[in-house]
């Protein structure tokens, strides 16, 4: 297995990802896109998400794995219309393209729908290059991956517009603190868009929910 | 970027990877590959290893990172020879090949090393394809990454010797367990080879060192 980095198919990814982020605009639903690691969090915050959202049935996900439909069937039975891609099925294991989102878009009900979020393969690295359409893309880190992670895969932090930082209720039992991984990301990226939460107990909910509304009802969708 | 699944480059790394794995049997080399997710704890681990193992100056490491020096700087001050290889300089950045694994090899002292370590990128998915010569290959689950992991990266499971399950400590923090661990681990692989262990406390190292040292006494290298 090699990695292609021709510009072919880049610029056909990128040019696949404006056409479902115009498609995404036209039917007023704004489209986040999140990347991490495996186990920071993604679907744990998407679950609080719903909760904090009010109506879940306005949310919808498109959830990349390499196998197993376990992630949106969580998803489902908090009420958010979820496709799942399994990945292992396409030509990219290790991340989703916007080519497989088009795909999923078309099973979903936009009209209905006030905001997407695409939850790729856990996967710091191979997620980072390939736009698939979102308006935003968030970055989660946990607390338990330890300060050096945003160092040590830059593109990841400067490549998305927030940086959230998950399982801060671990900063005591880890010795990493959302403190420190703000530093090491303001080293990457000084003017790194950042919040720390909590799903455990709550804390940041509010100001990440507060910043998918200002988002919302902006001029992004 | 595209995934390049051809079977010539594959067979291409195959066999760089057998003749690296007979030029380390033949200089009398035990070589342990690592793969993990970012922030599992592969470095920690080798450090935790080092004070263990009595002579840290009689194991080697050859480190894959995106990017920085981090890991190798951590290593030598523990007194443990080690190269780092930055993957964003090669055609593949998210794993290790086996021709870099050979470039690096040329830089140890084979002769006055015991057991070599090959920690690659932090990635459960692209490294799992990829031999480098290594005689034994062990997975690193977090518990604080979920219990559902090695169901979702089944390949990561399927195609190693040992699955480590680290951070133990946090188990009382993240309602996932040893226990739970191994229960997805056996779904995945029946019959599983599976250690749990702390850096932070110390449980399991004992295990772990006996693994190593069981390895090395008998015929692998």
Redesign the interface.
């Known amino acids: ?6 510009r072919d ?2 610029a056909g990814n990128d040019s696949t990802a404006e056409a479902n982020q115009r498609a995404l605009a036209d039917a007023g639903v704004l489209c986040v896109g999140l990347l991490s ?3 920071a969090g993604k679907t744990t915050l998407l679950e609080a998400t719903a909760d904090a959202w009010g109506d879940a049935s306005r949310l919808a996900v498109i959830v990349g ?4 439909e ?1 992630d949106a069937d969580r998803l489902r039975d908090k009420g958010i219309p979820s496709i799942q891609i399994n990945t292992q099925h396409h ?4 991340h989703l393209t916007a080519e497989s989102v088009t795909v999923a878009l078309a099973q979903l009900d936009l009209d209905s729908t006030d905001l997407l979020f695409v939850e790729n ?6 997620p980072v ?2 736009r698939l359409g979102e308006h935003r893309r968030v970055v989660l880190i ?1 607390v ?3 300060a ?2 945003p ?5 990841a932090i400067l490549e998305t517009d927030l940086a959230l930082v998950t ?1 801060t ?2 900063a005591p ?2 010795d990493v603190s959302l403190e420190s991984l703000t530093h090491s990301i303001r080293q990457v990226k000084p003017n790194a868009e950042i919040l720390g939460l909590s799903t455990k107990t709550g804390d940041g909910m509010a100001e990440w929910v507060s910043w998918l509304r200002e988002l919302k009802a902006g001029s992004v969708a």
Chains 1, 2 share one sequence.
């Open positions: 297995m090699r990695i292609d980095l021709s198919v880049l690691s495996p186990g794995d390499v196998a197993t376990a030509g990219a294991t290790c393969v856990g996967n710091l690295v191979c290059g390939f946990s338990a991956e330890g050096d992670k160092i040590k895969y830059p593109k399982k209720d671990l039992y880890v």
